[in-house]
């Protein structure tokens, strides 16, 4: 029963995010969350960083994620440092990925993608996985459980790029076809709901000239589908289902990649299946054999009460709002807007 709360506690939450942000996000306002003055001109303005909403939802997604994995894992009484390592051994190597892969196949400089980095964590976790059972593990006489490690990291994936598709909504990017270049049923089915950008610092509107126009939602698709995948998946590892949860949101997350890279708009490389797609592909693939062919020992009944309770503890909290602050930084400051900042003084309140 405890499970079922849980997972529509989430359910709840998630909903009504997504909700807010399907309705909100698409809005001019929404891109800029702040501008940081830094370096003033000749005539008196100052040029100003712009941080950007797509920073902020992206690190929230990020440590969402990343407390759902110390549930999961915790729940299974997988050492803490184990989990700590784990995560930030993850993120070292995916974080740089999603900008450098992105820049080889979309030949741009400043960019990102949750696909590529997803596709370098596929291929190297288990090696991780494996480096820290031969090494860190040895000195707390417990490993990291293979299958049920990946079935969560599964889990968290699913969640967190479904969360993530917000930021994208906000900056206008990954979007996808104008509904009136789709057909009368597609065009009748997501009328009501296509969304509409507004703003020409968006990127649908710099980048393929479509501010203003309703397009398909593939952003709210794919948070909604990912989103409810995350959360079965989290109910199907609570019962103990490891495997079960690793084949379904792998199949489900890399499938659903695969199909919905045809209903965008953005450019996403070269080939008529896009490097994204390729991975996709590989990814499914590679998971499947790795589910199916890895031999499995007994793994204990998940406690979600003791998973839960790492969330109390002074470090984890630290250690979320330093991912966190880590994650803004990185992926906030926008490098292809600028803005001009006039700062004067309020007179009348002197």
Same mark, same amino acid.
């Given at each position: 029963?405890?499970?079922? #709360?849980?997972?529509?506690?989430?359910?709840?939450?998630?909903?009504?995010?997504?909700?807010?942000?399907?309705?909100?996000?698409?809005?001019?306002?929404?891109?800029?969350?702040?501008?940081?003055?830094?370096?003033?001109?000749?005539?008196?303005?100052?040029?100003?960083?712009?941080?950007?909403?797509?920073?902020?939802?992206?690190?929230?997604?990020?440590?969402?994620?990343?407390?759902?994995?110390?549930?999961?894992?915790?729940?299974?009484?997988?050492?803490?440092?184990?989990?700590?390592?784990?995560?930030?051994?993850?993120?070292?190597?995916?974080?740089?990925?999603?900008?450098?892969?992105?820049?080889?196949?979309?030949?741009?400089?400043?960019?990102?993608?949750?696909?590529?980095?997803?596709?370098?964590?596929?291929?190297?976790?288990?090696?991780?996985?494996?480096?820290?059972?031969?090494?860190?593990?040895?000195?707390?006489?417990?490993?990291?459980?293979?299958?049920?490690?990946?079935?969560?990291?599964?889990?968290?994936?699913?969640?967190?790029?479904?969360?993530?598709?917000?930021?994208?909504?906000?900056?206008?990017?990954?979007?996808?076809?104008?509904?009136?270049?789709?057909?009368?049923?597609?065009?009748?089915?997501?009328?009501?709901?296509?969304?509409?950008?507004?703003?020409?610092?968006?990127?649908?509107?710099?980048?393929?000239?479509?501010?203003?126009?309703?397009?398909?939602?593939?952003?709210?698709?794919?948070?909604?589908?990912?989103?409810?995948?995350?959360?079965?998946?989290?109910?199907?590892?609570?019962?103990?289902?490891?495997?079960?949860?690793?084949?379904?949101?792998?199949?489900?997350?890399?499938?659903?990649?695969?199909?919905?890279?045809?209903?965008?708009?953005?450019?996403?490389?070269?080939?008529?299946?896009?490097?994204?797609?390729?991975?996709?592909?590989?990814?499914?693939?590679?998971?499947?054999?790795?589910?199916?062919?890895?031999?499995?020992?007994?793994?204990?009944?998940?406690?979600?009460?003791?998973?839960?309770?790492?969330?109390?503890?002074?470090?984890?909290?630290?250690?979320?709002?330093? #991912?966190?602050?880590?994650?803004?930084?990185?992926?906030?400051?926008?490098?292809?807007?600028?803005?001009?900042?006039?700062?004067?003084?309020?007179?009348?309140? #002197?």
């Amino acid at each position: 029963m405890s499970a079922i #709360i849980f997972i529509l506690v989430l359910g709840v939450l998630f909903t009504a995010i997504l909700a807010w942000g399907f309705r909100t996000l698409p809005g001019e306002r929404w891109q800029i969350l702040a501008t940081i003055p830094f370096m003033k001109g000749a005539d008196g303005r100052w040029r100003g960083l712009n941080l950007t909403y797509y920073g902020l939802i992206t690190a929230t997604a990020y440590i969402i994620s990343v407390a759902l994995l110390f549930v999961l894992l915790g729940s299974i009484h997988i050492p803490v440092m184990l989990i700590f390592a784990l995560v930030c051994l993850i993120l070292l190597v995916c974080v740089p990925a999603s900008s450098v892969i992105a820049q080889i196949v979309e030949k741009k400089r400043h960019t990102f993608s949750v696909a590529a980095a997803f596709f370098v964590g596929v291929l190297v976790i288990p090696v991780i996985i494996w480096g820290l059972n031969q090494t860190l593990a040895q000195n707390l006489s417990q490993q990291i459980a293979f299958m049920p490690a990946l079935a969560a990291i599964s889990v968290i994936y699913a969640v967190g790029e479904g969360l993530g598709r917000l930021a994208c909504i906000s900056f206008g990017c990954c979007y996808g076809k104008p509904l009136a270049d789709c057909s009368p049923r597609a065009q009748q089915t997501f009328d009501r709901w296509a969304f509409t950008f507004l703003g020409n610092t968006k990127k649908i509107a710099y980048a393929s000239n479509m501010e203003g126009i309703k397009v398909l939602p593939v952003q709210g698709l794919t948070a909604m589908l990912y989103v409810a995948t995350a959360l079965l998946g989290a109910w199907l590892f609570l019962n103990k289902l490891y495997l079960a949860t690793f084949i379904m949101t792998m199949l489900v997350t890399q499938l659903w990649r695969l199909y919905s890279e045809t209903l965008r708009a953005d450019y996403r490389g070269q080939g008529k299946l896009s490097a994204y797609q390729v991975m996709a592909i590989l990814s499914t693939v590679y998971a499947v054999a790795i589910g199916f062919f890895i031999s499995e020992v007994p793994y204990p009944t998940p406690d979600l009460f003791s998973g839960l309770s790492l969330l109390w503890q002074p470090a984890m909290i630290i250690f979320l709002q330093a #991912i966190w602050l880590t994650i803004f930084v990185y992926t906030g400051r926008s490098a292809v807007t600028e803005s001009s900042v006039a700062i004067s003084v309020c007179r009348d309140k #002197i």
